[in-house]
């Protein structure tokens, strides 16, 4: 249901410039953060829950952190 609704949304999902650096660093990538993290809602295995203001998403060992009410990318780390 969460996945579902994170989906349909996708086009809203964005992040600050603080939240694009504290991703880079904290998954070590050198990919654009806010692609990376729907890729990797995108994929079939991911899932995802809501706890307070945010969900949580859980794909390729990483938990992605955006609010459900802006659909702000927070942050995101190795599992």
Same mark, same amino acid.
């Given at each position: 249901?969460?996945?579902?609704?994170?989906?349909? +949304? !996708?086009?809203?999902?964005?992040?600050?410039?603080?939240?694009?650096?504290?991703?880079?660093? +904290?998954?070590?990538?050198?990919?654009?953060? !806010? $692609? *990376?993290?729907? $890729?990797?809602?995108?994929?079939?295995?991911? $899932?995802?829950?809501?706890?307070?203001? +945010? *969900?949580?998403?859980?794909?390729?060992?990483?938990?992605?952190?955006? +609010?459900?009410? $802006?659909?702000?990318?927070?942050?995101?780390?190795?599992?």
């Amino acid at each position: 249901m969460h996945r579902k609704t994170l989906l349909e +949304n !996708v086009e809203k999902i964005h992040t600050t410039e603080m939240g694009a650096e504290r991703i880079v660093r +904290n998954l070590g990538i050198d990919e654009e953060p !806010v $692609s *990376y993290c729907i $890729s990797k809602l995108k994929q079939d295995s991911s $899932s995802v829950r809501k706890e307070g203001k +945010n *969900y949580y998403v859980e794909a390729d060992g990483c938990i992605i952190t955006i +609010n459900s009410s $802006s659909f702000t990318l927070i942050t995101a780390h190795k599992l």
